[in-house]
């Protein structure tokens, strides 16, 4: 399972947009890179789930560079309820089972 | 329900005692997993269940955690003689089938158990 490193914590202001990168240098073909977003005292909701170059929904943007070493999720215009833990996991979707790969996140703390 | 549910969200216990947590996975969902989430860290995987089966339980910390899972819905997590660093949020997640066409990998997670060990 590939590895991912991300920043332990972010400063953001209300109405900016929040870049939040995620290292994955030993991703595997056939992985899919997925973000989750965890608030205080609830379980992590999915945000976005790539496999190469640009996602974007109605939450989030997922930039994947062509080496897939990497992702950046954006958050356009953040507010105050953005503020929580963001999860960058790799792994192979079809073959069940994240297992140690959520790591400790990034803490996005939005001010006003 | 239309969501995953674990019960019960908070449970006090003193070192010794056996606990067991209680999680009903969405109807339909053939995956189960379990995390362990200690104070201010990430999600540890305890243990991963495909229908019935346990195909991974590589995550379960010590023989005094065993979980099982029936009738591809309901799953309990049972710890025995409980440890003060047992003290976490257990959270419950479920997914489609893995292997299956329609599955895109999103774990559909719960509240959590939070457990407190005396």
């Known amino acids: 399972l590939a590895k991912t490193t991300q920043p332990i914590s972010m400063d953001s202001y209300e109405g900016q947009e929040v870049n939040i990168t995620c290292s994955h240098n030993?991703?595997?073909?056939?992985?899919?890179i997925t973000w989750y977003q965890q608030f205080p005292s609830q379980g992590p909701r999915f945000i976005i789930q790539?496999?190469?170059t640009k996602v974007t929904n109605e939450v989030a943007s997922l930039f994947i560079p062509a080496d897939r070493k990497s992702s950046t999720l954006s958050l356009p215009r953040v507010s105050l309820s953005d503020t929580a833990v963001y999860y960058c996991?790799?792994?192979?979707?079809?073959?069940?089972?994240?297992?140690?790969?959520f790591g400790a996140g990034t803490r996005l703390f939005v001010k006003a | 329900g239309a969501g995953v549910s674990q019960s019960p969200s908070n449970k006090v216990t003193e070192k010794g005692k056996d606990v067991e947590l209680r999680c009903d996975p969405i109807?339909?969902?053939?995956?189960l997993y379990w995390y362990r989430q200690r104070l201010g860290q990430g999600l540890e995987f305890l243990i991963y269940?495909?229908?019935?089966?346990?195909?991974?339980k590589s995550g379960l910390p010590s023989d005094r955690f065993s979980a099982e899972r029936t009738g591809e819905s309901v799953s309990t997590l049972t710890i025995q003689r409980t440890q003060q660093e047992d003290s976490a949020v257990y959270l419950c997640?479920?997914?489609?089938?893995?292997?299956?066409?329609?599955?895109?990998?999103?774990?559909?997670f719960g509240e959590g158990s939070r457990l407190t060990v005396l």
């Open positions: 790539g496999y190469k």
């Open positions: 997640a479920s997914s489609l089938d893995p292997s299956g066409r329609a599955h895109t990998g999103e774990l559909f």
């Open positions: 996991l790799v792994g192979d979707i079809g073959t069940g089972g994240f297992k140690t790969i």
């Open positions: 269940f495909q229908g019935n089966s346990a195909p991974d």
């Open positions: 030993n991703i595997a073909t056939n992985d899919y």
């Open positions: 109807s339909g969902h053939t995956a």
